[in-house]
């Protein structure tokens, strides 16, 4: 091992470091301590490892540990928007969190533990890496999820992320098997070259279609969405806000490599079947959110259209499709860590008010949440001089460019039906609370000093990439030319293996 590959997974072993520092603290302040200085260690040390994450473009792209890792601006990319996340959650769960609530040590150390995984599954090319990177990830998750144990809805919600995560890296690690099977190597840059001439091509394309399918399951895209609703309901809304953007970042970031770098002579596979889980999860998400009342239930419906049109960019051709699905992922990451920040100081710690009825009047009663979270809606909505809006216009781009018109306008047709729940909850915002016994007795929430840098951060973060998206959007675009991807010819039908950037 060079000395040198530590520096390719600095990000990392900043994080890991973090996450270990915290354990040992919480571990040796007395029981009835309060912890939340913990809380800011876990904030420093994440600002920390997104400063890494930036220096590491000084790097020349390459790899380390025997070609398991790899540094490149597609992986600086991805980490600096899950450290960024991560960052955001760990703020916002500093003044949503009671004083008195148990294991708040556990709580920040898994948050930076599963950034961990996060992080390495963007870096990771060899099969075995990411799967072990993604279970680093998940299993932070399942615990996250069930941290509110007091209420049967949150050990409900772990369960079914738990039995439905284990099904989906089943799919995933099967696979990786069949892969290996067929070649005999789980390094993603020899998968390439070997998979086009390997002999049993029908294992092939089951490995494909295994390997998308577990991909699939983790960003709960339609037909693969069912655990998403319950889990979004019962899980603590920080830590909605963190399963609901940075793992999901990780895990498009992994699905971008299987589609483009390991089976890219499979396009005329892949593509109709992205092509039907996008228009699926954008219809299927859009009319189940029309129906919903509760809020966290809504938003969770919503995050499954939005990965319909995030792989409605998947349609595009080459480095173009890829830059549209990093900036997607960018902007929607933004807004919904937003909107949930808004939902956890509103809804309280208990969701005692999870109702769309109970943001009747917001606007008079918290002027400052009432108007964020008007602002967030219209940015999901795809508003322009918002993230939601250039979001979709290079998500849709990309799909025209890759000749998937009718995918567009179906992607088109599902955002104006979105709008109809988003300007649903917007307009009960605004709408006077009745002068009731029950609306009177509803305290304003509170915004202290850390969640008002969150919601600053999420607001910056939503205007910069809606207003000037130039820079995020070179970015993802320099990111994208460092994968190895199909030379693409103007006939789509026609995809050859492109030659593999230097590392």
């Known amino acids: 091992m060079n000395p040198g590959d530590m520096l390719r997974i600095l990000p990392e072993v900043v994080l890991t470091l973090t996450g270990v520092l915290i354990m040992l603290a919480d571990a040796s302040l007395p029981p009835n301590a309060p912890r939340r200085a913990l809380g800011w260690v876990a904030a420093l ?41 991560v960052l955001v959650v760990l703020l916002l769960s500093l003044d949503s969190l009671p004083a008195e609530s148990h294991h708040q040590g556990e709580y920040y150390a898994l948050v930076v533990l599963g950034a961990v995984g996060m992080c390495l599954l963007t870096s990771g090319i060899e099969l075995l890496v990411i799967f072990i990177a993604l279970e680093i990830s998940s299993i932070a998750t399942y615990v996250l999820a069930c941290y509110r144990k007091e209420s049967g809805r949150s050990p409900e919600a772990a369960i079914k992320y738990f ?98 770098e390991i089976f890219p002579t499979l396009r005329s596979s892949w593509a109709p079947l992205l092509w039907c889980v996008a228009v699926l999860s954008m219809t299927v998400g859009n009319v189940a959110a029309l129906r919903q009342q509760n809020v966290k239930r809504m938003l969770a419906y919503s995050s499954i259209a939005h990965a319909g049109y995030l792989l409605a960019a998947f349609a595009g051709l080459g480095p173009g499709g890829i830059a549209a699905a990093s900036f997607y992922t960018a902007a929607y990451a933004a807004m919904n860590v937003g909107i949930f920040a808004v939902v956890t100081m509103v809804g309280g710690y208990d969701d005692q008010r999870s109702m769309i009825a109970d943001y009747r009047g917001l606007i008079y009663r918290a002027p400052l949440l009432g108007g964020l979270l008007i602002f967030f809606l219209t940015s999901l909505v795809g508003i322009p001089f918002t993230a939601g809006f250039f979001g979709k216009f290079y998500a849709f781009s990309a799909a025209v ?27 009960v915002t605004v709408q006077p609370a009745p002068d009731t016994e029950s609306f009177a007795k509803v305290a304003t929430p509170t915004v202290g000093v850390a969640v008002a840098a969150a919601l600053l951060f999420t607001v910056g973060a939503t205007l910069v990439l809606g207003i000037i998206p130039t820079q995020a959007l070179q970015a993802a675009e320099t990111g994208a030319h460092t994968l190895q991807v199909p030379a693409i010819d103007e006939n789509p039908a026609y995809i050859t293996v492109g030659t593999q950037q230097p590392r």
């Open 401 to 427: 460019g890759g000749n998937a018109i009718w995918l567009a306008l179906i992607g088109l047709l599902n955002s104006g039906l979105a709008a109809a729940y988003y300007l649903r909850l917007a307009f």
């Open 163 to 260: 039995l439905l995560g284990s099904f989906a890296t089943g799919f995933l690690l099967y696979g990786i098997a069949l892969a290996f099977g067929a070649t005999g190597t789980t390094q993603i840059y020899e998968l390439s070259r070997l998979l086009p001439t390997a002999q049993n091509h029908t294992m092939v394309l089951a490995a494909m279609a295994l390997m998308v399918v577990g991909i699939l399951f983790k960003v709960s895209a339609a037909p693969f969405h069912v655990w998403t609703p319950d889990v979004y309901e019962g899980a603590p809304s920080p830590v909605v806000a963190l399963m609901s953007t940075a793992p999901k970042a990780a895990t498009f970031a992994l699905l971008l490599r299987v589609v483009y």
């Open 45 to 85: 040390g994440t600002t920390l490892a997104l400063w890494a994450s930036l220096w590491q473009l000084s790097l020349p792209a390459g790899t380390a540990f025997y070609s398991t890792v790899e540094t490149s601006p597609f992986t600086v990319f991805f980490h600096v928007l899950i450290c960024g996340i």
